[in-house]
Nanobody, 127 residues
Framework: QVQLVESGGGLVQAGGSLRLSCAAS????????MGWYRQAPGKEREFVAA??????????ADSVKGRFTISRDNAKNTVYLQVQVNSLKPEDTAVYFCAATRRTAQVLMVGGPIEYWGQGTQVTVSS
């Protein structure tokens, strides 16, 4: 069983930067593809970014491409979502969820099946 715990959310001004972290329990982190989803109020949960188990392959939603960067540190069992300085927009306001699968990062990009989810961390971007 894998448990995912997100951190790093909060209230940020538009144009600011942010880094979300997702710490995973268990010894199999290095074999998991990891990703991030988000859900804005009144909207469906949507894909944000994914990274392969080795970190060589990444995928991004068009809405965040060029602004968000996903990375991972297998030694720390942690995956990150970095938002570049001056990139945050009010429309990025959402609950951000960490996701993991024993399949591929592409599976995360297309919506599943996804075996593990975190509880989510709220990101609020003020204008």
């Amino acid at each position: 069983q894998v448990q995912l715990v997100e951190s790093g959310g909060g209230l940020v001004q538009a144009g600011g930067s942010l880094r979300l972290s997702c710490a995973a329990s268990g010894r199999t982190f290095g074999s998991l593809a990891m990703g991030w989803y988000r859900q804005a109020p009144g909207k469906e949960r949507e894909f944000v970014a994914a990274i392969s188990w080795g970190g060589r392959t990444t995928y991004y939603a068009d809405s965040v491409k060029g602004r968000f960067t996903i990375s991972r540190d297998n030694a720390k069992n942690t995956v990150y979502l970095q938002v570049q300085v001056n990139s945050l927009k009010p429309e990025d306001t959402a609950v951000y969820f960490c996701a993991a699968t024993r399949r591929t990062a592409q599976v995360l990009m297309v919506g599943g099946p996804i075996e593990y989810w975190g509880q989510g961390t709220q990101v609020t971007v003020s204008s």
